[in-house]
C-alpha cells in the first residue's frame, strides 16, 4: 500500500509491500525521505523560472540585429479579455441572422477557460483536441461540443490514438487538400474554438441531424466577417481604453530601440484607420516617426510568398493613391505589397533583421525558412503558465509524478502476479497524477506547450519557427541591446542515465527514492 508520513522533519511518501512470493516481500520505500525532502522543495523554488525572460531556441545575439519588425495585434498592442467575448458574441449573431442557425445557440456565452491555443480540429467528425509533437492524440482531450469524448471511442475511431501525416493540418495549419485536422495557432481562434463547441454541443443535446464540414464552414466564415465586415475594429475604435492595455510597455519597447538607433517596420494584416488609432493610443500622435516602414492590410502569410502584388500609398484620409512606389518612405503607410518588393525596395536582407509575431505560421514559418530572417515569438500564455510551474504544488506534483516513472521502468522486470498488481496501482496513481498537472493549466486542455510526457505539437511548431519566444515585448526591457541569448544545451535521450540506472546507483537527486528497508 501507498501513505503519507509525516515528521519533524517534513513529509514523504512511503510504499509498503508484502507479498509472499514477491522480490518486493516486506519491502519499504521512502520517496523524499525527510531530511532531504524538506530541502527538496526550496531548494527548487529558489530556483524559479522568470516569466519575464526571454527564451531561446537557437543562439542569436542583438549586436548583430540592426532592423527590429513588428506584427500588430497581440505583438504591439495586447488586448483585454473583453475583445474575445465581443468576438464569440458577434459571431454568434452571424451565424444566426446570416446562416439560420437556431436562436437558441444565444444561449451559450464565452467561456475564457475552456479552450487553449494551439488545438487540433478534425472537421469531419466535430472533434476538438490536443496533439502531439508525434502527432498522438493525448487521451483525455477529445471533446465533442462540450464534452469529453471516451478514451475507447477516440481509439476506436481513430484505429489507435496516432493521426496520420495526410490527416494532419497543412503547413499553415488550415484543413485543406485532403487533410481533416485545422490547427488553431491564432490568439483570436480561443473564441472560434469555443462557438464551434457550443454549437456542436447544442445539436449534439437536441439530437439534431447536421453536417459537421457545414458547421466548421459556417463558423469559419463567421468569425472571418467579424473581422473583414469591421465590427471587432469599430468596438475597439470606440473604447480603445476598455479593450487595449499594456500600452506604457509597449512604449518604451519602441523608445528604447530608437534610443539605440535601430531601424524600425510594421507588417499587419490589419487596416489602416485601426492601426493608426491604437499606435495613437499607445505611443502617441507621432508614432509614424518611430517606423522606417509601415505596410496594413499585408495579408500574410500571403505577403511573404506571392510576388505579384504591387504596394499602395495610403493617404491622410486612408485613400488608395495609384502612383508606383520607387521607395518606401518613413512617415508614410503603405498597404498591400509583398515581401520580395520590400527586400528589393529596402535591401534588409539576412540575419540582421529580427521580426516580432504571435502567429507562429502566418508571422514567422515563411521568414526563417525562406528568407533568413530572425524570428521572436510572442506567447503571451506563456507568462502564466511559468507562474503556476513556480507554485510549490506543482512542484510536488511534478516531483512525484517522475518518481512513479522511475518506479515502474525499475520494477517492471519483475513478472510475478503480486508484483505487477502493485504495477498496476502505481499506473493508475500515475494516471491521476497526470490528470491533476493538466488541470493545474487548463482542467480540458492542460499546458499549452506539453501533453503528459511530450511536447505539444504546438511546441514543436515553435522551436522551429522561432529563434525566440517570450510572453510579450516588454521583456526585451530586461536586457541590453548587445545581449547574446544561448539557448540551454537540452540532454539527448541517449546523453542520459535511464531511470533503472539512476534507481540502482541512487545517482539521481530530483527525485529521489532511498530503499530503507527490504526483507527477503
Known sequence: NTNIFNDDCGVGLRVMARCKESPFSVCCYNFFPSPLFAELVPSIMSNMLNPDAIFSNNEMSLSDIEIYGFDYDYTLVFYSKHLHTLIFNAARDLLINEHRYPAEIRKYDYDPNFAIRGLHYDVHRALLMKIDAFHYIQLGTVYRGLSVVPDEEVIAMYDGSHVPLEQMSDFYGKSSQGNTMKQFMDIFSLPEMTLLSCVNEYFLKNNIDYEP???????????????????????????????????????????????????????????????????????????????????????KPNFFN???????????????????????????????????????????RGSKVLYFGDHIYSDLADLTLKHGWRTGAIIPELRSEIKIMNTEKYIQTMTWLQTLTGLLEHMQVHRDPDSQMILEEWKKERKEMREMNRNFFNAQFGSLFRTDENPTYFLRRLSRFADIYMASLSCLLNYEPDYTFYPRRTPLQHELPGWSDQLCTGTFRIPFLQETVQVK
Open 213 to 299: 464540414v457545414h458547421l466548421y464552414k459556417d463558423v469559419k466564415d463567421s468569425i472571418r466577417d467579424v473581422h473583414i465586415k469591421g465590427i471587432m475594429y469599430r468596438a475597439i475604435e470606440a473604447d480603445i481604453e476598455k479593450y487595449i492595455c499594456y500600452a506604457e510597455q509597449t512604449r518604451a519597447v519602441l523608445a528604447k530601440l530608437a534610443d539605440h538607433g535601430k531601424k524600425m517596420f510594421l507588417i499587419t494584416n490589419s487596416p489602416s484607420s485601426f492601426v493608426d488609432k491604437g499606435m495613437r493610443f499607445i505611443v502617441g500622435k507621432d508614432w509614424r516617426d518611430l517606423f522606417d516602414v509601415v505596410i496594413v492590410q499585408a495579408d
Open 306 to 348: 506571392d510576388k505579384r502584388r504591387p504596394f499602395r500609398k495610403v493617404n491622410e484620409r486612408g485613400v488608395l493613391l495609384w502612383d508606383k512606389i520607387h521607395k518606401l518612405q518613413k512617415g508614410q503607410i503603405y498597404k498591400q505589397g509583398n515581401l520580395y518588393e520590400f527586400l528589393k525596395l529596402t535591401g534588409w
